[in-house]
C-alpha cells in the first residue's frame, strides 16, 4: 500500500508559479510510474503530467506542455510538478497518483492505483 500527500498548493496571480509536492510513504515508488491530474469544479478528472519510473521519460498535457515540469526524486520518495507562467483555467484541485505493476506511464486515470487527497491550486486573473 502507498500514501500519496499533495502540497504546494495556493493562491497565485495569472503569470505565477507554483511547485506542488508529492510525497509517498508505505513503499517506495521507485518502481511505479507517478501522474499528476486535476479537476476543475463541474468537470472530469483531466491529465496533467506523467513520469516513468527512472524519470528518463516524461509526458504532458498539451494544455500544459512547456508550461509544466513533472520531476521526482526516488531517494526522498517525492515527485514534483514546477507549474509556471499559470493561467485562471489552471485552477482545480491537483492531485498525484501511483501506478502499480506496470512500467509504463499513462495518461488515463483508471490506469492508476494510488491517489492522494489533493491540494487546491487558484490562479486569479
Known amino acids: 500500500q502507498v500514501q500519496l500527500v499533495e502540497s504546494g498548493g495556493g493562491l497565485v496571480q495569472a503569470g505565477g508559479s507554483l511547485r506542488l509536492s508529492c510525497a509517498a510513504s508505505?513503499?517506495?515508488?521507485?518502481?511505479?510510474?507517478m501522474g499528476w491530474f486535476r479537476q476543475a469544479p463541474g468537470k472530469e478528472r483531466e491529465f496533467v503530467a506523467a513520469?516513468?519510473?527512472?524519470?528518463?521519460?516524461?509526458y504532458y498535457a498539451d494544455s500544459v506542455k512547456g508550461r509544466f515540469t513533472i520531476s521526482r526524486d526516488n531517494a526522498k520518495n517525492r515527485v514534483y510538478l514546477q507549474m509556471d507562467s499559470l493561467k485562471p483555467e489552471d485552477t482545480a484541485v491537483y492531485y498525484c497518483?501511483?501506478?502499480?505493476?506496470?512500467?509504463?506511464?499513462?495518461?488515463?486515470?483508471?490506469?492508476?492505483?494510488?491517489w492522494g487527497q489533493g491540494t487546491q491550486v487558484t490562479v486569479s486573473s
Open positions: 508505505g513503499r517506495p515508488i521507485s518502481e511505479y510510474p
Open positions: 497518483a501511483a501506478r502499480r505493476g506496470i512500467t509504463i506511464a499513462s495518461d488515463n486515470p483508471p490506469h492508476y492505483d494510488y
Open positions: 513520469i516513468s519510473w527512472s524519470g528518463g521519460n516524461t
